[in-house]
Nanobody, 123 residues
Framework: QVQLVESGGGSVQTGGSLTLSCTAS????????AAWFRQAPGKERERVAI???????SYADSVKGRFTISEDSARNTLYLQMNRLKPEDTAMYYC?????????????????WGQGTQVTVSS
C-alpha cells in the first residue's frame, strides 16, 4: 500500500521560507515522476513543480525562481524549498507520484496523493 506523507507546512510572513517534505512508503516503482500541487480555497488545484521520470524539474510560472523541487539520494523523500513566499502562495500543498506510466518529459500524471500540508503566508 502506497503512502505519501507531507510535512513542513506552517504559517510565515511575506518573504519567509518553508521547506515541505513528502516521505513515501510502499512505493515500488523505480522510474516515476513526482510532483507538488496546491489548492487554495475556491480555486482549482494547481501544479506547482514536478520532477519527471528523467529527473528534469519543471515549475509553474508563478513560483519559478522562488521554489525548488528535489529528492533525497534514495528517492524516498521529495522536498519543496519555498523562498520569498507571498500571500498568494497560501494553499494546501499536496505531494504526488505516478504509477510509473508518465513517459512524456516535463509532465507528471499522478496516481498517488498525500493528505496535504497547509501553508499560510500573511502580509
Amino acid at each position: 500500500q502506497v503512502q505519501l506523507v507531507e510535512s513542513g507546512g506552517g504559517s510565515v510572513q511575506t518573504g519567509g521560507s518553508l521547506t515541505l517534505s513528502c516521505t513515501a512508503s510502499g512505493y515500488t516503482y523505480s522510474t516515476y515522476c513526482a510532483a507538488w500541487f496546491r489548492q487554495a480555497p475556491g480555486k482549482e488545484r494547481e501544479r506547482v513543480a514536478i520532477i519527471d521520470r528523467y529527473s528534469n524539474p519543471s515549475y509553474a510560472d508563478s513560483v519559478k525562481g522562488r521554489f525548488t523541487i528535489s529528492e533525497d539520494s534514495a528517492r524516498n523523500t521529495l522536498y519543496l524549498q519555498m523562498n520569498r513566499l507571498k500571500p498568494e502562495d497560501t494553499a494546501m500543498y499536496y505531494c504526488a507520484r505516478d504509477g510509473g506510466t508518465t513517459v512524456v518529459a516535463h509532465t507528471c500524471f499522478p496516481t498517488y496523493w498525500g493528505q496535504g500540508t497547509q501553508v499560510t503566508v500573511s502580509s
